[in-house]
Structures are given as C-alpha cells and as structure tokens.
C-alpha cells in the first residue's frame, strides 16, 4: 500500500514508524510527471533501503519568471499509480504553502559549484533547487537521498550543501536511464514535436562523438567548437554550453582533474535540453 502524504505531521508520523522498528529510509524528491528515470531512483532506494518515500512537488522556487512553472506536466494520479506498481511506500506531495508557509524568509545558496554552466544560463535556478532539498532533506531525516546524474550539476550542487550544512542524510547519484536513442528521459522531452523529437536523439549522439575524440587526443577547445557546429547543423536553436570540464568542480579541466565530464544544455523550439556524459 502506497500511502498519500499531504501534511508535514503525517510525513513526520510515517517517518517516525519506519525507524522505531529499527528500519532505514530512502528518499527520492521529484517533480512529478515521473518517467523510467524517476522509477529507477525509487527502486534503487527500495534495493537499499527498507522503505521509500517520494515527494512529488514542482518547486516554483527553482523555475524563472519566463520559464515553465505554469506549462510544466502536472499528473499526480498517473505519478502515484506508477509508485505504486513499483511498490513505494509513501508518495510526499505538499502544497506550495506547506514548503513555504507565510513568513517563510530563508534561501541556501551554494558556492562555487553552483557558479558555472546552469548557473550562467539560469543564475536563481540552484538558489532554488538547494532551499527546497534542504528543506526536504530535514523534513523526511531519510537515512539516505537519491539523485540523477541527468541533472549532473544539481547532483554535485546537493552533494556540497549536505557537507557543509552537516545534513546527516547521505546523497547517492543514480546513473542516467536513456530511450533507446540514447536521449535521456525527462518530464520535458513531453513538449518536443516529432521532428524535433528527432533532432533531440542526436545530442547524446554529440556527446559520445566528443568522449571519443577527447580519447584520442583532441584539443578540448576544438572538440567543444566542433559539437556545437555539429548540434547547430543538426537543427538545434542556440547552445547554452556544449563543454568538457572537471567532473567535481565543473570549471575547466586543469592538472588536478581526475575525472572529466562533457555537459551539454541546447534550446530546441520551446524546449531546453540537458544531457552529460563521463569521460575519461
Ligand atoms: P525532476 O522531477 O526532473 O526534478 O527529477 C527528479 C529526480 O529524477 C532528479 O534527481 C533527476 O536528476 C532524476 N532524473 C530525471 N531524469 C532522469 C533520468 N533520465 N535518469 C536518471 N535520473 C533522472
């Protein structure tokens, strides 16, 4: 049975259940309009955790006055059927007045990871995404939290405000679920026509294109240069950024990079799409 939780009292109260019985909590925070991506990170929770709580809450917090806060898919009884075939066991879904009661004052910003690439293009984006998983994070005292690397930079983003404000829950990054094409599930590929649909299959394409030549010693500057001809010539609109850079601090590679990672954000009609991949 997947229970429905509206109120901070009956989280808290299906929390304190769990525990008192000696049992672990996963939790994984959505915005609805779930997917395979979203499925997998509850039932990767549910593999390493006894129970999983969901919450299904679109943040207005995170969303730009001229972005998609009013048109972005709102499905709460699709969403809490599908957590319920995969056996979840409480679906979260607050209002908008139960996250940010009247008088609510605070905002967690986090530094410079959160600077670069998102952050450029969307610069109240993480503001946004840290105060309400931190808020979240406190409110459900999960055991553990569940994040896509889909959206890699929120990932490290996350990762960096739980150390530094000692939030005991631990952040585990889930790996991308990908359509056959490769393109990568997102509640978003909903606003894309056929044919756009098309174009947005070739970005990952892009991407694994650039992990090979960077393989093979191509210049950085070059390869960045070449992808984003290439996605302009596939039909892409405009490139916010299509770039290879250091997997934990997401500047530009240096000497101390250990690991790489190529990320990518491109506008197609209405639509922006975000993709990355791990490179060596
Ligand atoms: P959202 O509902 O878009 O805020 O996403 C909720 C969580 O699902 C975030 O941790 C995302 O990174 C994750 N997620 C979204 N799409 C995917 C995907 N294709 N593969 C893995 N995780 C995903």
Redesign the pocket.
């Known amino acids: 049975m997947t229970k429905i939780l509206k109120t901070i009292e009956e989280l808290q109260d299906f929390v304190r259940n769990i525990k008192k019985s000696g049992n672990s909590v996963g939790f994984?925070?959505?915005?609805?309009?779930l997917?395979e991506?979203?499925l997998?990170?509850a039932r990767t929770a549910l593999k390493n955790c006894d129970a999983c709580i969901v919450s299904i809450f679109v943040n207005p917090k995170q969303f730009a006055p001229h972005e998609d806060f009013d048109r972005y898919p709102r499905m709460m009884d699709k969403d809490t059927a599908l957590l319920r075939t995969i056996g979840v066991d409480a679906v979260f879904a607050p209002d908008v007045e139960t996250m940010y009661p009247i008088g609510y004052q605070t905002t967690v910003t986090v530094g410079e990871v959160s600077k670069p690439l998102e952050g450029e293009f969307r610069p109240t984006h993480f503001a946004g995404v840290a105060t309400v998983v931190a808020r979240l994070l406190l409110l459900v005292g999960a055991d553990k939290a569940f994040?896509?690397?889909?959206?890699y930079q929120?990932?490290q983003v996350i990762t960096q405000m739980a150390t530094d404000l000692a939030i005991p829950t631990k952040i585990v990054g889930?790996?991308?679920?990908?359509e056959e094409s490769g393109l990568?599930?997102?509640?978003r590929n909903a606003y894309l026509s056929g044919q756009e649909k098309k174009i947005a299959d070739q970005l990952n394409v892009v991407l694994f294109a650039m992990a090979d030549e960077l393989k093979a010693g191509t210049d950085i500057a070059h390869i960045e240069k070449n992808a984003a001809q290439k996605l302009l010539d596939l039909g892409f609109d405009s490139i916010d950024y299509c770039t290879i850079r250091d997997a934990k601090t997401l500047m530009p590679p240096t000497a101390e990079t250990k690991a790489r990672r190529i990320l990518a954000a491109v506008k197609l009609g209405k639509t922006r799409l975000i993709d990355n991949i791990a490179a060596n």
């Not at 994040?147 to 959206?151: A, Y």
């Open positions: 994984v925070p959505t915005m609805g309009a997917h991506g979203h997998t990170l994040f896509g690397e889909k959206d929120q990932l889930v790996p991308i679920v990908r990568a599930l997102s509640s």
